[in-house]
Nanobody, 121 residues
């Protein structure tokens, strides 16, 4: 399984961005997948995860503002980010695992290189 992120950039507070994660080598329908982020000087944290049955879990800090989804026709994972805040600034990583629930436990086996999101006030 390989995953490659895209879609990061710079935006003002209140704006929106959509991150994409193109997967190859496996059908995403059967992958546990998630988005994680790491800001300078901070530990990596889970943002959102989605399982085989499309069960989603969001961190409290993004609940109601971010939406995770899968496009099976494109074998791609998305993260729609709305009402962005300066504290959302971080490197965002896409991750995947063949085992159900593992990304929800932040124990994904396959990771992308990351895409930078910067939100200015």
């Amino acid at each position: 399984v390989q995953v490659v992120e895209s879609g990061g950039g710079s935006v003002q507070a209140g704006g929106s961005l959509r991150l994409s994660c193109a997967a190859s080598g496996y059908n995403i329908r059967y992958l546990s997948m998630g988005w994680f982020r790491q800001a300078p000087g901070k530990e990596r944290e889970g943002v959102a995860t989605i399982e085989w049955d499309e069960r989603t879990v969001y961190s409290d800090s993004v609940q109601g503002r971010f939406t995770i989804s899968k496009d099976y026709t494109k074998n791609t994972l998305y993260l729609q980010m709305d009402s962005l805040k300066p504290e959302d600034t971080a490197m965002y990583y896409c991750a995947a695992d063949r085992r159900y629930g593992y990304c929800e436990r932040s124990d994904c086996g396959y990771w992308g290189q990351g895409t930078q999101v910067t939100v200015s006030s």
